[in-house]
Nanobody, 127 residues
Framework: QVRLVESGGGLVQAGDSLRLSCAVS????????MAWFRQAPGKEREFVAA????????TYPGSVKGRFTISRDNAKSMSYLQMNSLKPDDTAVYYC????????????????????WGQGTQVTVSS
């Protein structure tokens, strides 16, 4: 059974940084495209970042590009989200997700395309 566990959330002020971590167990980590999504109260789940199995190719939406950086450590089965210059609009529950794939395919920004999810970690940015 594949399990994803996020950590690193918290309460910070605007302009601060946070680093989220996602520990993956129960599967072959290098078979997963890893991603981060977030969901604010009353809003749909939103794509934040994704990284290919090779750890090189990444994708971000315009709202976080240049501020957030996704990375992965295949030896440790870990994914990370470095968030800099945080804004109050970044306040949300952040979820780690894994998309199982044995072949090359485009990175998806759709939550339904991801096979496994963590329980989420709260990030609150005060103004």
């Amino acid at each position: 059974q594949v399990r994803l566990v996020e950590s690193g959330g918290g309460l910070v002020q605007a302009g601060d940084s946070l680093r989220l971590s996602c520990a993956v167990s129960g599967g072959t980590f290098t078979n997963y495209i890893m991603a981060w999504f977030r969901q604010a109260p009353g809003k749909e789940r939103e794509f934040v970042a994704a990284i290919r199995r090779n750890g090189v190719t990444t994708t971000y939406p315009g709202s976080v590009k240049g501020r957030f950086t996704i990375s992965r450590d295949n030896a440790k089965s870990m994914s990370y989200l470095q968030m800099n210059s945080l804004k109050p609009d970044d306040t949300a529950v952040y979820y780690c997700a894994a998309d199982f794939t044995m072949a090359y395919r485009p990175i998806s920004v759709t939550p339904g395309e991801y096979d496994y999810w963590g329980q989420g970690t709260q990030v609150t940015v005060s103004s």
